[in-house]
Protein backbone atom coordinates (compact mmCIF):
# COMPACT_ATOMS: atom_id res chain seq x y z
CA UNK A 1 0.00 0.00 0.00
CA UNK A 2 1.37 3.70 -0.71
CA UNK A 3 0.37 7.01 0.88
CA UNK A 4 -0.21 9.70 -1.51
CA UNK A 5 0.38 13.03 0.39
CA UNK A 6 0.97 16.11 -0.77
CA UNK A 7 1.21 17.59 -5.16
CA UNK A 8 0.60 13.30 -5.58
CA UNK A 9 4.16 12.50 -4.56
CA UNK A 10 3.24 8.54 -3.56
CA UNK A 11 5.26 7.78 0.06
CA UNK A 12 6.41 4.09 0.72
CA UNK A 13 4.25 1.86 3.13
CA UNK A 14 6.10 2.12 6.34
CA UNK A 15 6.10 -1.84 6.35
CA UNK A 16 7.73 -2.41 3.46
CA UNK A 17 11.15 -3.44 3.34
CA UNK A 18 14.39 -0.71 2.36
CA UNK A 19 15.53 -1.57 -0.69
CA UNK A 20 19.63 -1.56 -1.33
CA UNK A 21 20.90 0.49 -4.33
CA UNK A 22 24.31 -0.62 -5.41
CA UNK A 23 26.94 0.86 -7.79
CA UNK A 24 25.36 0.37 -11.54
CA UNK A 25 22.21 -0.73 -10.38
CA UNK A 26 19.02 1.41 -12.41
CA UNK A 27 16.20 1.09 -10.09
CA UNK A 28 15.11 -0.60 -6.86
CA UNK A 29 11.01 -0.43 -7.02
CA UNK A 30 9.44 0.21 -3.79
CA UNK A 31 7.21 -2.80 -2.36
CA UNK A 32 6.30 -5.41 -0.21
CA UNK A 33 9.37 -7.91 -1.20
CA UNK A 34 13.08 -7.55 0.01
CA UNK A 35 14.43 -7.57 -3.05
CA UNK A 36 18.49 -7.37 -1.76
CA UNK A 37 19.51 -10.35 -2.78
CA UNK A 38 18.56 -10.13 -6.79
CA UNK A 39 20.69 -6.80 -6.76
CA UNK A 40 23.76 -8.48 -5.40
CA UNK A 41 23.34 -11.01 -7.49
CA UNK A 42 23.13 -8.39 -10.40
CA UNK A 43 25.80 -6.31 -8.84
CA UNK A 44 28.19 -9.68 -9.14
CA UNK A 45 27.40 -9.97 -12.66
CA UNK A 46 28.08 -6.53 -13.43
CA UNK A 47 31.31 -6.55 -11.55
CA UNK A 48 32.55 -9.37 -13.49
CA UNK A 49 31.84 -8.51 -17.14
CA UNK A 50 33.55 -5.41 -16.07
CA UNK A 51 36.71 -6.91 -14.60
CA UNK A 52 36.79 -9.74 -17.52
CA UNK A 53 36.50 -7.07 -20.67
CA UNK A 54 39.44 -4.85 -18.78
CA UNK A 55 41.76 -8.11 -17.99
CA UNK A 56 41.55 -9.24 -21.57
CA UNK A 57 42.42 -6.39 -22.83
CA UNK A 58 45.26 -6.22 -21.55
CA UNK A 59 46.67 -9.53 -20.58
CA UNK A 60 49.25 -10.91 -22.56
CA UNK A 61 48.43 -13.39 -25.14
CA UNK A 62 51.58 -15.85 -24.66
CA UNK A 63 50.83 -16.10 -19.92
CA UNK A 64 48.63 -19.07 -20.51
CA UNK A 65 48.70 -19.57 -16.87
CA UNK A 66 46.62 -16.50 -16.43
CA UNK A 67 44.33 -16.98 -19.46
CA UNK A 68 43.97 -20.31 -17.35
CA UNK A 69 43.02 -18.66 -14.27
CA UNK A 70 40.61 -16.29 -16.18
CA UNK A 71 39.14 -19.32 -17.90
CA UNK A 72 38.11 -20.52 -14.88
CA UNK A 73 37.24 -17.83 -12.70
CA UNK A 74 34.53 -17.40 -16.07
CA UNK A 75 33.55 -20.70 -15.42
CA UNK A 76 32.48 -19.96 -11.97
CA UNK A 77 30.58 -16.77 -13.26
CA UNK A 78 29.04 -18.71 -15.72
CA UNK A 79 27.49 -21.05 -13.77
CA UNK A 80 25.85 -18.58 -10.93
CA UNK A 81 24.66 -16.66 -13.89
CA UNK A 82 23.18 -19.84 -15.57
CA UNK A 83 21.82 -20.78 -12.57
CA UNK A 84 20.24 -17.18 -11.57
CA UNK A 85 18.53 -17.32 -15.59
CA UNK A 86 16.91 -20.49 -14.92
CA UNK A 87 15.51 -19.80 -12.10
CA UNK A 88 13.72 -17.01 -13.61
CA UNK A 89 12.44 -19.04 -16.58
CA UNK A 90 11.51 -21.87 -14.82
CA UNK A 91 10.21 -20.12 -11.71
CA UNK A 92 9.48 -16.52 -11.24
CA UNK A 93 8.33 -15.66 -14.97
CA UNK A 94 5.86 -18.31 -15.00
CA UNK A 95 4.55 -17.32 -11.16
CA UNK A 96 4.00 -13.87 -12.20
CA UNK A 97 2.86 -14.36 -15.69
CA UNK A 98 -0.42 -15.82 -14.08
CA UNK A 99 -1.04 -12.96 -11.98
CA UNK A 100 -0.21 -10.06 -14.43
CA UNK A 101 -2.38 -8.23 -17.26
CA UNK A 102 -1.29 -7.94 -20.86
CA UNK A 103 1.13 -5.15 -20.76
CA UNK A 104 2.66 -6.80 -18.34
CA UNK A 105 3.72 -10.32 -19.96
CA UNK A 106 4.90 -8.05 -22.68
CA UNK A 107 8.18 -7.30 -20.45
CA UNK A 108 8.20 -11.00 -18.84
CA UNK A 109 8.40 -12.48 -22.76
CA UNK A 110 11.26 -9.49 -23.33
CA UNK A 111 13.00 -11.06 -20.17
CA UNK A 112 12.98 -14.49 -21.63
CA UNK A 113 14.08 -13.09 -24.80
CA UNK A 114 17.22 -11.65 -23.38
CA UNK A 115 18.28 -14.37 -22.15
CA UNK A 116 18.28 -16.23 -25.17
CA UNK A 117 19.80 -13.19 -26.98
CA UNK A 118 22.80 -13.19 -23.90
CA UNK A 119 23.14 -16.56 -23.64
CA UNK A 120 25.49 -17.04 -27.37
CA UNK A 121 27.91 -14.24 -26.39
CA UNK A 122 28.51 -16.12 -23.17
CA UNK A 123 29.28 -18.99 -24.69
CA UNK A 124 31.78 -17.65 -27.38
CA UNK A 125 33.13 -15.94 -24.14
CA UNK A 126 33.74 -19.07 -22.73
CA UNK A 127 35.14 -20.41 -26.27
CA UNK A 128 37.65 -17.70 -26.62
CA UNK A 129 39.29 -17.68 -23.14
CA UNK A 130 39.95 -21.45 -23.00
CA UNK A 131 41.70 -21.53 -26.55
CA UNK A 132 43.72 -18.93 -24.74
CA UNK A 133 44.50 -20.56 -22.51
CA UNK A 134 45.56 -23.68 -24.61
CA UNK A 135 47.90 -21.11 -26.33
CA UNK A 136 45.85 -18.63 -28.84
CA UNK A 137 46.68 -15.59 -30.31
CA UNK A 138 46.00 -11.95 -31.10
CA UNK A 139 43.49 -12.25 -33.32
CA UNK A 140 41.58 -15.12 -30.59
CA UNK A 141 42.12 -12.22 -27.70
CA UNK A 142 40.92 -9.18 -29.90
CA UNK A 143 37.51 -11.35 -30.84
CA UNK A 144 37.28 -11.81 -27.06
CA UNK A 145 37.29 -8.49 -26.36
CA UNK A 146 34.80 -7.52 -28.71
CA UNK A 147 32.59 -10.57 -27.47
CA UNK A 148 32.76 -9.24 -23.74
CA UNK A 149 32.31 -6.00 -24.18
CA UNK A 150 29.05 -7.42 -26.38
CA UNK A 151 28.42 -9.30 -23.54
CA UNK A 152 28.89 -6.65 -20.86
CA UNK A 153 26.40 -4.35 -23.05
CA UNK A 154 24.18 -7.01 -23.79
CA UNK A 155 23.39 -8.25 -20.04
CA UNK A 156 23.98 -4.26 -18.19
CA UNK A 157 20.67 -3.33 -20.64
CA UNK A 158 18.37 -6.47 -19.54
CA UNK A 159 19.66 -5.92 -15.86
CA UNK A 160 18.32 -2.28 -16.00
CA UNK A 161 15.47 -3.15 -17.63
CA UNK A 162 14.57 -6.10 -15.23
CA UNK A 163 15.65 -3.58 -12.37
CA UNK A 164 13.00 -0.77 -13.63
CA UNK A 165 9.96 -3.16 -15.05
CA UNK A 166 10.07 -6.71 -14.14
CA UNK A 167 11.02 -5.97 -10.39
CA UNK A 168 8.19 -3.13 -10.26
CA UNK A 169 5.83 -6.02 -11.46
CA UNK A 170 7.00 -8.45 -8.37
CA UNK A 171 6.38 -5.93 -6.19
CA UNK A 172 2.70 -5.21 -7.38
CA UNK A 173 1.83 -8.72 -7.57
CA UNK A 174 4.10 -10.36 -4.87
CA UNK A 175 4.29 -10.65 -1.42
CA UNK A 176 6.98 -11.57 0.94
CA UNK A 177 5.75 -15.28 1.20
CA UNK A 178 5.70 -15.88 -2.79
CA UNK A 179 9.22 -14.40 -3.01
CA UNK A 180 10.92 -16.76 -0.36
CA UNK A 181 8.84 -19.84 -2.31
CA UNK A 182 9.91 -19.38 -5.49
CA UNK A 183 13.44 -18.13 -4.05
CA UNK A 184 13.20 -21.89 -2.04
CA UNK A 185 11.84 -23.71 -5.17
CA UNK A 186 14.12 -22.19 -8.17
CA UNK A 187 17.30 -19.82 -7.08
CA UNK A 188 18.49 -21.84 -4.00
CA UNK A 189 21.17 -24.02 -5.05
CA UNK A 190 20.27 -27.96 -4.76
CA UNK A 191 23.25 -30.53 -4.39
CA UNK A 192 25.72 -27.82 -5.07
CA UNK A 193 29.63 -29.40 -5.06
CA UNK A 194 32.02 -28.33 -2.41
CA UNK A 195 34.48 -26.34 -4.19
CA UNK A 196 31.24 -24.63 -6.15
CA UNK A 197 30.16 -23.94 -2.25
CA UNK A 198 33.88 -22.71 -0.94
CA UNK A 199 34.13 -20.51 -4.46
CA UNK A 200 30.28 -19.16 -4.55
CA UNK A 201 30.08 -17.76 -1.17
CA UNK A 202 32.66 -15.22 -1.45
CA UNK A 203 31.99 -14.54 -4.81
CA UNK A 204 28.34 -13.21 -3.88
CA UNK A 205 30.14 -11.03 -1.24
CA UNK A 206 33.22 -9.97 -2.67
CA UNK A 207 33.95 -5.95 -3.05
CA UNK A 208 30.37 -5.59 -1.97
CA UNK A 209 29.98 -2.04 -1.01
CA UNK A 210 29.87 -1.86 3.08
CA UNK A 211 25.85 -1.41 3.16
CA UNK A 212 25.66 -4.14 1.05
CA UNK A 213 27.60 -6.56 3.06
CA UNK A 214 26.29 -6.25 5.86
CA UNK A 215 22.48 -6.60 4.74
CA UNK A 216 23.94 -9.63 3.21
CA UNK A 217 25.47 -11.16 6.26
CA UNK A 218 22.59 -10.73 8.14
CA UNK A 219 20.96 -12.32 6.01
CA UNK A 220 23.10 -15.54 6.21
CA UNK A 221 22.53 -18.13 8.70
CA UNK A 222 25.89 -18.62 10.92
CA UNK A 223 27.46 -21.34 8.91
CA UNK A 224 27.59 -18.94 5.50
CA UNK A 225 28.89 -16.51 7.45
CA UNK A 226 31.96 -18.82 9.11
CA UNK A 227 32.13 -20.45 5.64
CA UNK A 228 32.65 -16.32 4.15
CA UNK A 229 35.19 -15.67 7.26
CA UNK A 230 37.29 -19.37 6.14
CA UNK A 231 37.27 -18.33 2.26
CA UNK A 232 37.27 -14.83 1.28
CA UNK A 233 40.91 -14.55 1.57
CA UNK A 234 42.03 -16.96 -0.39
CA UNK A 235 39.19 -15.89 -3.15
CA UNK A 236 40.36 -12.13 -3.13
CA UNK A 237 43.89 -14.07 -3.79
CA UNK A 238 43.11 -16.09 -6.64
CA UNK A 239 40.90 -13.11 -8.14
CA UNK A 240 44.38 -10.76 -7.54
CA UNK A 241 45.95 -13.88 -9.97
CA UNK A 242 43.06 -14.15 -12.28
CA UNK A 243 43.26 -10.46 -12.73
CA UNK A 244 46.72 -9.73 -12.47
CA UNK A 245 46.98 -7.61 -15.26
CA UNK A 246 44.14 -5.11 -14.25
CA UNK A 247 44.46 -2.92 -11.19
CA UNK A 248 42.14 -2.17 -8.21
CA UNK A 249 41.08 -6.23 -8.02
Not at 43 to 66: H, I, K, M, S, Y
Not at 95 to 124: C, F, N, Q, S
Not at 157 to 174: D, G, S
Request: glycine share 8%; proline share 6%.
Amino acid sequence: MTHTVGGGIERRDPSWPEQILLPGQAAAPDGPVDMHMMYVAHFGFRRDLAAFAAAAAVTPVEDRATWAALSARWSLFATVLHHHHNGEDAGLWPLLLERTDEADRAVLDAMEAEHGEIDPILMACEAGFAKLAAGGDADTRNALVVRLCAGRESLGRHLAHEETEAIAIIQRVLDQADWDRVTEEHFEPKDVSLPLLLSGIPWVAYRLPEPGLRKLLAGWPAPMRLLWRLTRRGFARRERRAFRYVGGR
